[in-house]
C-alpha cells in the first residue's frame, strides 16, 4: 500500500477522534452545568429507580394473592358448618283471656285468673263515663298491685290527661293558676299498633299535682287512662316513685299494655251539598231612547254649499239641498 494513502486514512481516524472527544466534552459540560443547577435532580431519580419497581411488584403480588385465596381458598382450608339453636321466647298472652269494651269497643288480654268489673260513670262526683277494672284476687307475686284499670272519658271535654279523676291536684291553687296548666307530659306508645300515648308519672312532693302514674290516650270519640291498681296498704311502700315501682314489681303490666287494640277512627265523608239553582227571571229588555240632535238655527235658509262642489252629507243637522240626510240628526 503506498504511503499517500496510509497517511490519508490516519488523518480521516484522528479527526474522528477529535471530533468524538470534542462531542464528549460538551456533554461532560452540559451534565456538570445541570447537576449545578439541579443537585436534587440525580438523587430523586435514583431513589424513583428504586422504589418504582417495588411498588408495581407488591401490586403484582397483592393482587395475585387475593386472587388465589378468593379460589381456591375453600379447596384447602374447607369450611365447617356451624348450627346455632336459638331458644323458643314463649309469647304469654297468646293463652290469656280476652276483654272487649261495650261501650267504645276496644280489646285487652289478661290472665285467665283474673276477674273483671264495669263501673258505671253516672255518680255526680265523678267525671269519667265508664272504669273497667281487672283485679288478679292478690294472686300476684308482689302483693303492692292488685291489677289495673282503664276510665273512659268523653274526649270533647276531655282530650287529655288534664281534668280527669286520675290527675288530681295537691289544692296549691296558685301555682295551679300560674305553672301547672302548662305541664307537658312523655310521648310513649302502647297497643299492638303502637298507639301514640302521654305518660303521666307525677313523683312525690310535686309543687302542682298528686303522686301518680298512668297512660292518657284519645282517639274517636273518647279519652283513654290506663293505670295499675295500688293496694291502700301500699301506698306509703311506694317511696322510689310509681313508674320505677311498677317496672321492678308489676312487670305484667307493661305485657298487657302491648296488647291493648283500640277501634279505627271512621271518618265520615261530609254529604254535598245541593246547590239549587236560582229561578230565571223573564224580564223584558228595556228600551233606550236616544235623543237625535236637531238644526240649531231656528231660522235656517237651506242653500248649497259655497266650498263643496259634490253633494255630501250634512254634517250641522241642517240640510241643505246639495246634503244628504245624517242619520244622527232629526230632522
Given at each position: ?9 490516519s ?9 468524538h ?13 445541570l ?13 424513583m429507580?428504586?422504589t418504582?419497581?417495588l ?5 403484582f403480588f397483592?393482587?395475585?394473592a ?28 297468646v293463652n ?9 269497643g276496644?280489646?285487652v288480654k ?11 260513670g ?6 269519667f ?9 292478690l ?13 273512659i272519658?268523653e ?15 295537691n ?7 300560674t ?9 310513649a306508645s302502647l297497643?299492638?299498633?303502637s ?5 303521666v ?27 295499675p291498681?295500688i ?11 310509681l ?6 314489681n308489676?312487670?305484667k ?13 271512621v ?9 239549587e ?5 223573564n ?17 235656517d ?19 241643505d ?6 242619520p244622527?240628526?232629526?230632522?
Amino acid at each position: 500500500m503506498p504511503r499517500a494513502s496510509q497517511k490519508t486514512k490516519s488523518v480521516k481516524k484522528n479527526k474522528k477522534i477529535a471530533i468524538h472527544k470534542r462531542i464528549h466534552n460538551h456533554l461532560k459540560k452540559k451534565l456538570v452545568a445541570l447537576k449545578k443547577k439541579h443537585r436534587h435532580t440525580h438523587k430523586v431519580v435514583v431513589v424513583m429507580s428504586f422504589t418504582i419497581p417495588l411498588i408495581l411488584g407488591f401490586v403484582f403480588f397483592g393482587s395475585g394473592a387475593l386472587y388465589f385465596f378468593e379460589n381456591y381458598q375453600d379447596k384447602i382450608f374447607p369450611k365447617e358448618e356451624i348450627s346455632v339453636s336459638l331458644p323458643v321466647v314463649k309469647d304469654d298472652t297468646v293463652n290469656w283471656a280476652g276483654y272487649t269494651d261495650s261501650l267504645t269497643g276496644f280489646t285487652v288480654k289478661y290472665p285467665d285468673f283474673w276477674h273483671n268489673s264495669v263501673i258505671d260513670g253516672s255518680k255526680d262526683n265523678v267525671n269519667f263515663l265508664r272504669k273497667v277494672t281487672f283485679d288478679n284476687g292478690l294472686n300476684q307475686e308482689d302483693k303492692r298491685f292488685k291489677g289495673f284499670a282503664v276510665s273512659i272519658y268523653e274526649a270533647k271535654k276531655y282530650s287529655g290527661p288534664v281534668g280527669t279523676d286520675e290527675l288530681k291536684d295537691n289544692g296549691n291553687l296558685t301555682q295551679k293558676d300560674t305553672s301547672c296548666q302548662k305541664t307537658e307530659y312523655m310521648e310513649a306508645s302502647l297497643g299492638e299498633k303502637s298507639y301514640p300515648v302521654q305518660e303521666v308519672n307525677i313523683i312525690a312532693n310535686d309543687p302542682c299535682f298528686q303522686k301518680v302514674f298512668f297512660y292518657s290516650l284519645t282517639r274517636g270519640k273518647y279519652t283513654y287512662n290506663i293505670y295499675p291498681l295500688i293496694n291502700t296498704e301500699s301506698q306509703s311502700l311506694l317511696d322510689l316513685g310509681l313508674k320505677i315501682e311498677t317496672i321492678n314489681n308489676f312487670p305484667k303490666f307493661f305485657e298487657i299494655l302491648s296488647t291493648f287494640v283500640f277501634p279505627e277512627e271512621v271518618i265520615k265523608a261530609e254529604p254535598e251539598k245541593k246547590v239549587e239553582p236560582k229561578p230565571v227571571q223573564n224580564i223584558a229588555p228595556r228600551r233606550v231612547l236616544i235623543r237625535k240632535a236637531t238644526c240649531p238655527n231656528k231660522n235656517d235658509h237651506p242653500r248649497k254649499s259655497r266650498t263643496k262642489k259634490h253633494r255630501h252629507m250634512d254634517e250641522d243637522c241642517c240640510m241643505d239641498p246639495d246634503e244628504w240626510p245624517n242619520p244622527r240628526c232629526q230632522y
